[in-house]
């Protein structure tokens, strides 16, 4: 099983920018599509960003021309570059095999805050 570590993740202020890596502890190369989901407080874990080996990519309405997802798997290696944050990009952030399967373990995330 391939164990996700993510990390990147920090207190911000609106309009701010983080980037967000997510490292695998085993090969991504043949995983098709990696993502990553946000969880906040009471509500459910959303997908926010998908990237497939070919490089297509999906991004929720929310976050569309805000994020970049991208993706090295010489490295193992997924990132989400965040831009123009806003108080309710805060949640808790993950990256996943999309959609989630027993080959990859969830991490414990990375906390995003941004304050407003």
């Known amino acids: 099983q391939v164990q996700l570590v993510e990390s990147g993740g920090g207190l911000v202020q609106a309009g701010g920018s983080l980037r967000l890596s997510c490292a695998a502890s085993?090969?991504?190369?043949?995983?098709?599509?990696m993502g990553w989901y946000r969880q906040a407080p009471g509500k459910q874990r959303e997908l926010v960003a998908q990237?497939?080996?070919?490089?297509?990519?999906y991004y929720a309405d929310s976050v569309k021309g805000r994020f970049t997802i991208s993706r090295d798997n010489a490295k193992n290696a997924v990132y989400l570059q965040m831009n123009s944050l806003k108080p309710e990009d805060t949640a808790n952030y993950h990256c996943?095999?999309?959609?989630?399967?027993?080959?990859?373990?969830w991490g414990q995330g990375t906390q995003v805050t941004v304050s407003s």
């Open positions: 996943n095999i999309v959609p989630p399967t027993l080959r990859a373990a």
């Open positions: 085993g090969s991504i190369d043949r995983i098709n599509a």
């Open positions: 990237i497939t080996r070919g490089g297509s990519t």
